[in-house]
């Protein structure tokens, strides 16, 4: 088994850079657009308006430097640099905006790599309609055109472009003639929210198991909850959730009115329901973090098809972790080699994955901690 790093190799980052170059070159063809770059959570944004007169240069690097490039607008000194190999998927958004009081804005946000290379929900630049509204209604040409570049990337590349109405839209005033728009967007005279935009934008990977099979993961969950002094992990933004494994009695299955559901910890005390049917991969995983004091921290990964709220990384749901690998600085073997041994057991099944620093001390065996210096911030 070899790694599966979610860095994208140095080889693939031309093809994938040329696609997001292209994305944004069709924006840039529309009269009417907002670039916008960085977001109000972290203080600040910069809006550049192309008018009709923004480009692209074309690369002129190569290697790990392949995605840089540059935006200029004809006749301005200002322009952006963007690196687009750290970009992993255009998502297509519909969102309440404070531009628009309130009423939702019509966006292509660039979503970034994020720690460790982890794919994150992150972005560092979107591209917006500038006038989606004629004063209290929606513009319907705009908004088509935008649905349209949707289409258009998505069948270009499915496995690269998402699409999203955010919960809040449908209860807008203007979610009737919006649905409309969409509707005709999709091909389609009906359909609720989700199937239109899954018509717009085919989510990939995303199939549900087949009625009546367990799923997969679930005796390799059933080991690592049992590994000794670890904890299950629930991370989301702003909110990490831990229960100590030792603490839980296990993994329970729930039948109510033929719908199944995965129930971790006892009824009568502290315990999480989880979707388990949407895990389609597990990824071991070994990285050195500040909070084991610049050692390696050892994850059991449990990942989703698609994006899940985790901050860190988007695909991870959630996952199984040990609490203290260590004796001092020296790794404590009779809880890593449980973790090793759960890989080898597995690492033969299709979904299962092991990062290249896992498969590393796998090989070698675990590596003492190498505490990272502290750096005076005062």
């Given at each position: 088994?070899?790694?599966?790093d979610?860095l994208?190799a140095?080889?693939?980052?031309?093809?994938?850079?040329q696609?997001f170059h292209d994305?944004?070159?069709?924006?840039l063809?529309?009269?009417?657009?907002t670039?916008?770059c960085?977001?109000?959570?972290?203080g600040?944004?910069s809006e550049?308006?192309?008018a009709?007169?923004?480009r692209l240069?074309?690369?002129?690097?190569?290697?790990?430097?392949?995605?840089?490039?540059?935006?200029?607008?004809?006749?301005?000194?200002?322009?952006?640099?963007?690196?687009?190999?750290?970009?992993?998927?255009?998502r297509?958004v519909?969102?309440p905006s404070v531009c628009?009081?309130?009423k939702?804005s019509?966006?292509?946000?660039?979503?970034?790599?994020?720690p460790?290379?982890s794919?994150s929900?992150?972005?560092?630049?979107?591209?917006?309609?500038?006038?989606?509204y004629?004063?209290?209604?929606?513009?319907?040409?705009?908004v088509s055109?935008f649905f349209?570049l949707a289409?258009r990337h998505?069948?270009a590349?499915?496995?690269?472009?998402?699409?999203?109405?955010e919960?809040?839209?449908p209860?807008?005033?203007?979610a009737?003639?919006?649905?409309?728009i969409?509707?005709q967007?999709?091909?389609?005279?009906?359909?609720d929210?989700?199937?239109?935009?899954?018509?717009?934008?085919p989510?990939?990977?995303?199939?549900?198991?087949?009625a009546?099979?367990?799923?997969?993961?679930?005796p390799?969950?059933?080991?690592a909850?049992?590994l000794r002094?670890s904890?299950l992990v629930?991370?989301r933004e702003?909110t990490?959730?831990e229960f100590k494994?030792?603490?839980l009695?296990?993994l329970?299955?729930?039948?109510e009115q033929?719908?199944?559901?995965?129930q971790?910890?006892?009824?009568?005390?502290h315990?999480?329901?989880?979707?388990l049917g949407?895990?389609s991969q597990?990824l071991?995983?070994?990285?050195?973090?500040?909070?084991?004091?610049?050692g390696?921290?050892?994850?059991?990964?449990?990942?989703?098809?698609?994006?899940c709220g985790?901050p860190?990384r988007?695909?991870?749901y959630?996952?199984?972790v040990?609490n203290?690998?260590?004796?001092g600085?020296?790794?404590?073997?009779?809880?890593?080699?449980?973790?090793?041994?759960?890989y080898r057991?597995f690492?033969?099944?299709?979904?299962?994955a092991a990062?290249s620093?896992?498969l590393?001390?796998l090989?070698d065996?675990?590596?003492p901690?190498h505490?990272?210096?502290?750096?005076?911030?005062?």
């Amino acid at each position: 088994m070899t790694s599966r790093d979610p860095l994208p190799a140095v080889e693939a980052l031309p093809e994938l850079s040329q696609f997001f170059h292209d994305v944004i070159e069709d924006w840039l063809q529309e009269p009417d657009i907002t670039v916008a770059c960085g977001r109000w959570s972290q203080g600040a944004i910069s809006e550049i308006l192309p008018a009709g007169r923004g480009r692209l240069l074309p690369p002129i690097y190569g290697g790990c430097f392949a995605g840089v490039r540059e935006l200029r607008l004809d006749g301005a000194e200002h322009h952006l640099h963007i690196d687009l190999g750290r970009v992993h998927h255009v998502r297509y958004v519909v969102a309440p905006s404070v531009c628009f009081d309130f009423k939702p804005s019509f966006e292509a946000r660039l979503l970034v790599l994020g720690p460790g290379g982890s794919p994150s929900d992150h972005w560092v630049v979107s591209l917006m309609l500038s006038c989606p509204y004629d004063r209290e209604s929606l513009n319907a040409a705009q908004v088509s055109r935008f649905f349209a570049l949707a289409r258009r990337h998505a069948e270009a590349r499915p496995d690269l472009v998402e699409f999203e109405v955010e919960p809040s839209v449908p209860e807008s005033t203007i979610a009737p003639q919006l649905l409309e728009i969409l509707r005709q967007a999709a091909g389609r005279s009906d359909g609720d929210w989700r199937e239109l935009g899954a018509l717009l934008c085919p989510p990939v990977g995303a199939a549900a198991a087949a009625a009546g099979t367990e799923p997969p993961c679930i005796p390799l969950l059933e080991m690592a909850l049992a590994l000794r002094d670890s904890s299950l992990v629930i991370y989301r933004e702003r909110t990490l959730i831990e229960f100590k494994t030792e603490k839980l009695d296990g993994l329970h299955r729930y039948v109510e009115q033929g719908h199944v559901s995965w129930q971790i910890g006892a009824f009568d005390d502290h315990h999480c329901h989880l979707s388990l049917g949407a895990v389609s991969q597990v990824l071991f995983s070994a990285e050195p973090v500040s909070c084991q004091g610049g050692g390696i921290n050892y994850t059991v990964w449990f990942l989703t098809p698609g994006p899940c709220g985790n901050p860190f990384r988007r695909d991870g749901y959630f996952s199984v972790v040990l609490n203290r690998p260590y004796q001092g600085n020296e790794p404590r073997l009779d809880v890593i080699q449980p973790v090793l041994d759960l890989y080898r057991r597995f690492r033969d099944e299709p979904w299962v994955a092991a990062d290249s620093r896992f498969l590393e001390i796998l090989a070698d065996g675990p590596p003492p901690r190498h505490p990272v210096a502290s750096v005076p911030t005062g």
